[in-house]
């Protein structure tokens, strides 16, 4: 039998995600109540069902993994207390996706057999609206409905389309879509919650796209774009005095095996925008990298904020239609090129190589980035690279790797983070940083931006 360690990181999310569903149900629509994590090891009738969720997913329940039970306890005593929602009457706790594959199937107790809340809303979407993939609207977790049934007679009423689809019909009935899930999380009648791994010693419970005050707090906020990080190389090649290669000798040294650009000069994958929040004290790294999570492959970019401090988890990537529609709200998408197949994917031959014309307008991009950042006074960390080196040095490391059959979409992913970054940066020093802002609140699915059709998203709480 596997234990929770064997598990794939998604199986590890479903039972963490349904294990606290458990919790919370047993807490507030059983009014249990533990003093510590111990205490819920000790409940047999709660400890019974936990170790029926890790046997649906072929999983046994070992004492390695207590550590969840203080997890589950840490989220309980903060959801349930003064700063949370209390005990409130819900007749439904689920998790958004039931197990229903694998070694057995689970509904957890309490829960409709069919499709969940969350199934429903996303069905709904698709039939009224023609919009899948409720994860770009609400990115919660488990769901606390109370009457599930007249909650979707309530939603119907207020949203379906009455007249001719059109865009301007289509975004009214969304507006209302939002207003009626705010107005029922305020009700505590609907309270989706996005989970985290709490990573402190106590719990934290925020309220997400609830309240109008909400939405000006964060309207008038600006963070600040403070430092930059994007690695092209650690070696040394072979630089004129005038300051433009030899390309003779920088040849003759890859044919030896001395002084070679390329493959082992690109140290990471990714690059950073590092942004501040100086009035909440927060600071966000945003990770830009290739989408592709199946192995090493040519594809494009996503965006991953990450809340310093509480790394234990990402925030989410910011769904990328959306990024682009902040870009071209900002006009600043066309500098841009959107996929990998508009960048060079091999050196010399093949498929779009990277020529003397490529290879000029990344020492330009690079140059432009250098200079922008100087005016806004942030820093750019080229690795091994000085700003007198990178612009040379970068394209030439770039396209040597384009040469590596192993690690061409390496190189490839480059010049679309430079590309992004220049674009970005292609502005004055409020506008870049006011850019940033959203991102952070694109990705965490915050604000009255982005969302279905730029309506903004969904009400949720977070709790980490």
Known sequence: MKTFKDLSPAQQTRLQETGSAWIFKRAIQDNKSWATWNHIKKDDDTMKELKKIWLHLGATWTEGDDEWLQNFHKQY????????????????????????????????????????????????????????????????????????????????????????????????QLNQFNAIFRKLFVQKRVIGISLKKVSGKEAVWKEINVTDAYFHKIESTQMKLTGIKCYLGTKRINIKPDGTVDYKKEAD??????????????????????????????????????????????????FEPTELGK??????????????DLMRTYTILQKFPQTWQQ??????SGDK?????????????????????????????????????????????????????????????????????????DQTKDKTNDFCTDLVYLAAKQGRKGGFHGTGYGPFGKLY
């Open 343 to 348: 960048y060079p994917q091999s050196k010399a």
């Open 77 to 172: 005593a903060e959801l349930v207390g003064s700063n949370g929602i209390g005990r409130p009457e819900f007749t439904e706790f689920t998790r958004d996706g039931n197990i229903k594959k694998g070694p057995g199937k689970y509904i957890l107790p309490g829960s409709p057999s069919g499709e969940t809340f969350m199934e429903w809303v996303e069905n709904y979407l698709g039939d009224e609206f023609k919009i899948g993939n409720k994860d770009n609207w609400n990115p919660a977790d488990i769901w606390l409905i109370y009457r599930g049934e007249d909650v979707k007679k309530e939603i119907k009423a207020a949203t379906k389309l009455a007249g001719p689809r059109t865009e301007g019909s289509i975004i009214a």
């Open 311 to 324: 790394s234990s988890a990402r925030m989410g990537k910011a769904t990328r239609d959306f990024v682009f």
């Open 353 to 425: 190589p990277m020529t003397r014309t490529e290879i000029n307008k990344v020492e330009r991009q690079i140059k432009n980035i250098i200079n922008k950042a100087a005016s806004h006074g942030i820093n750019v960390d080229w690795g091994g690279l000085n700003n007198q080196e990178v612009s040379i040095i970068g394209p030439i490391n770039i396209r040597e790797t384009l040469g590596q059959k192993n690690e061409r979409w390496t190189a490839n992913s480059k010049m679309q983070q430079i590309a992004f970054l220049n674009a970005v940066l």
């Open 253 to 302: 040294a890859i044919k030896k095996g001395k002084g070679t650009t390329g493959f082992p000069t690109i140290e990471t994958q990714d690059s950073w925008l590092l942004i501040s929040d100086k009035e909440s004290g927060t600071d966000y790294k945003i990770q830009i990298k290739n989408t592709s999570s199946q192995g090493p492959s040519f594809d494009n970019l996503k």
